[in-house]
């Protein structure tokens, strides 16, 4: 990374003669670590500023382990046995009387897919889309070979490594960009000349006295609104329906009662164990579409199907009757309303030293259901209300972080905003440092 060649560089300058021993084999390894020892002091001054980037980061896990309100209709159509060519063709093209296994794959391969990417908007109304997906590939059969080329769309399951890493910066970067834009626009009604590379605004010189007033001016007036709580304003009502599978420790409360449902079901429909591999914590799709069920039997307009609603339990249901956030299993949802007791240091560095290899083997294990329809494309031809599918096997890390979470699919919905601190950003104005 950047902050770790900058140490580097450093060390070269104060050890041009370093020579490696058994101690210290390069002089790398010991800029990673006073890398890391930086950021994480850097995190305990500001940490107003860690506690946004923890909220960014958690609400971004949602929204990239989540399905819209177009997919769950679908997944509820596919197990109430609905005619799967609906979804496949507009309705102004006539349908095939019959849909191949191909096509099959690839509608249950979109259904069940985290498509959903991180979208904001500025504070000067562009909307703001992360372009990061998984790449496909078709291959195009010849006469002499096969050729296998590049194939992106926007309905490719998004890469949610690339949109957690690139999340916090580039909000940040769109922000740094109104401020130039805003600066640009009053420079110009003021007869300025302006230009910028990046964060680096220039004027002539004669200039500089009256764009240090307009660069701080802008900055004000971006930052007096409350930029994050419009931030969160605008992902309830962007994923508003959208349903995200949350992870929850297995020992609280709620996590046995789901379990508890989930076991008198198997039992129910004579299932003894689960097939394919996949394991019992698991959030299967089928509870998606009894979900779904439920909100369309609650919505209805007949009083009987309201109590058949009433009366029906889910796992989606067990978990909105007995919410509690405590049960989610996130490391920054642990730290979120930490970081500003001094106390607390020594146990957020060990919340995130234990933390950190869980997220990092969960994030690089997501179940990707285009492996799993793939690899099970003709059971999934042959029975496509057969609910989940096969997965790769499993590390023995991800076995270990398994057996102490369970899944269960929920509302999107998103943690409460980090207090906002009480300084006066208003001050700035009269500032004689900030952008002179």
């Known amino acids: 990374m950047g902050a770790k060649q900058q140490v580097q560089d450093e060390l070269r300058n104060l050890f041009p003669n370093f020579e490696p021993t058994k101690q210290v084999s390069s002089l790398g390894s010991v800029a990673l670590y006073i890398a890391y020892k930086i950021f994480d002091a850097l995190g305990k001054i500001f940490n107003g500023a860690q506690e946004i980037q923890y909220w960014l980061g958690e609400c971004g896990e949602r929204i990239t382990t989540s399905i819209t309100a177009e997919q769950i209709k679908r997944i509820k159509d596919r197990f109430d046995g609905a005619d799967p060519s609906g979804a496949l063709y507009d309705p102004k093209f006539k349908a095939p009387q019959k849909v191949s296994a191909g096509q099959l794959k690839q509608l249950n391969k979109a259904m069940e897919s985290f498509t959903t990417s991180i979208i904001w908007t500025t504070p000067l109304k562009m909307p703001i889309v992360q372009p990061y997906r998984k790449d496909g590939f078709q291959k195009i059969k010849t006469k002499i070979q096969d050729i296998t080329v590049a194939k992106k769309s926007q309905q490719d399951e998004v890469d949610k490594r690339k949109q957690l890493q690139a999340f916090p910066p580039n909000f940040i970067h769109s922000l740094d960009a109104s401020h130039m834009l805003l600066s640009a626009l009053k420079a110009s009604e003021m007869g300025l000349d302006f230009a910028a590379v990046h964060d680096s605004f220039w004027t002539h010189a004669s200039d500089i006295p009256n764009l240090n007033v307009i660069l ?52 129910a429909k004579g299932i003894l164990s689960k097939a394919n591999g996949s394991r019992h914590g698991d959030a299967s799709f089928e509870e998606v579409a009894l979900e779904a069920k439920r909100q369309e039997l609650l919505n209805s307009q007949d009083p009987e199907k309201r109590k058949q609603g009433e009366e029906m339990v889910t796992p989606t249901s067990i978990w909105l009757e007995n919410q509690d956030p405590k049960a989610l299993h996130s490391y920054r949802l642990s730290l979120l309303g930490e970081t500003k007791d001094k106390k607390s240091a020594d146990r957020e560095t060990q919340v995130k030293d234990e933390a950190l290899g869980e997220e990092e083997d969960a994030v690089t294990t997501t179940e990707s259901t285009m492996d799993i329809v793939e690899e099970d494309a003709e059971d999934l031809a042959k029975d496509p209300q057969g609910g989940r599918y096969a997965t790769k096997k499993k590390s023995a890390s991800r076995v270990a972080y398994d057996q102490g979470t369970i899944q269960v699919w929920i509302p999107l919905s998103f943690p409460p905003v980090p207090q906002k601190g009480g300084w006066d950003v208003s001050r700035l104005r009269e500032s004689k440092y900030f952008f002179s």
């Open 216 to 267: 701080r001016d802008a900055f004000v007036r971006m930052h007096t609104e409350d930029i994050v709580d419009r931030l969160a304003a605008e992902f309830t009502a962007r994923y508003a329906g959208a349903m995200y599978r949350a992870t929850l420790h297995i020992g609280a409360d709620v996590s046995r009662k789901i379990t508890l449902w989930r076991h008198e079901r198997r039992q």
